[in-house]
């Protein structure tokens, strides 16, 4: 039962670049959420994706956009790198309409930007 | 406003010590989720329990326990007889009912680092 798979694992970038980060969900599941998780930090929700759309988002500039695809994998973008943006980015999966069960994380990918 | 608070920034146990986490989340909703998440050096968000706000069942599985009570609006997570292999990050989180999306986001608290010593 393959998990929640993210690519790459670590990433740098200088200020003012852009990244796409991707993420595979855990095999059943159909909907995609983002966090980023700065350094000693709780996650912060970004935004989410179901049926190819983004459902929810959180409070995050226009230069993090999404996209979901058809086999419900997804791409997290960033334009205009910021140093600030250095975090830990993660995946989460989870089933649509199981609001009561828990999410499921991958790895996450490593962004440092110089 | 929903916010989780793990007022624990880090704690430092000796192997075979009981430990508790302290969660207290605040929340306008009636029905919500709360979970405990752990957070190994690898990065990866494992997750531990969730429970629904309308059954305060304490439990238990193993080690670990968890104590509902939502009168004081706390989530709190106990380990008994620590192993070095319990070092981690620990995160409490809100999730609530009711927003559109296909999920609810979670609220993440700070996170609790837990060193098990030797």
């Known amino acids: 039962d393959a998990g929640v798979t993210q690519s790459p694992t670590h990433l740098i970038k200088t200020r003012g670049q852009q990244v796409t980060l991707r993420c595979s969900p855990k095999?059943?599941?159909?909907?995609v959420s983002w966090y980023q998780q700065a350094l000693g930090q709780g996650p912060q929700f970004i935004f989410q994706?179901?049926?190819?759309?983004?459902?929810q988002r959180g409070n995050f500039p226009d230069r993090f956009s999404g996209h979901q695809f058809p086999n419900y994998s997804s791409e997290l973008n960033v334009n205009a790198l910021l140093l600030g943006d250095s975090a830990l980015y993660l995946c989460?999966?989870?089933?649509?309409?199981?609001?009561?069960?828990?999410?499921?994380f991958g790895d996450g990918t490593r962004l440092s930007i110089l | 406003a929903q916010k989780v608070t793990q007022a624990q920034t880090e704690i430092s146990v000796v192997e075979k010590e009981d430990v508790t986490l302290d969660c207290v989340y605040e929340?306008?909703?009636?029905?919500?989720?709360l979970f405990w998440y752990k957070q190994p050096p690898s990065g990866e968000l494992v997750f531990l329990i969730r429970?629904?706000?309308?059954?305060?069942q304490n439990e238990i599985s193993g080690r670990y326990s968890w104590n509902f009570q939502k009168s004081t609006s706390s989530f709190n997570f106990t380990i008994t007889a620590s192993q070095v292999v319990d070092s981690a990050v620990y995160f409490c989180?809100?999730?609530?009912?009711?927003?559109?999306?296909?999920?609810?986001?979670?609220?993440f608290g700070t996170g609790t680092l837990l060193a098990v010593q030797p």
């Open positions: 989460a999966s989870s089933l649509a309409g199981f609001r009561d069960q828990p999410q499921h």
């Open positions: 994706y179901y049926e190819e759309e983004e459902r």
């Open positions: 989180a809100l999730s609530e009912a009711g927003y559109g999306g296909a999920t609810n986001k979670l609220i």
């Open positions: 429970r629904n706000s309308f059954d305060e």
């Open positions: 929340t306008r909703d009636t029905t919500y989720y």
């Open positions: 095999s059943g599941h159909d909907t």
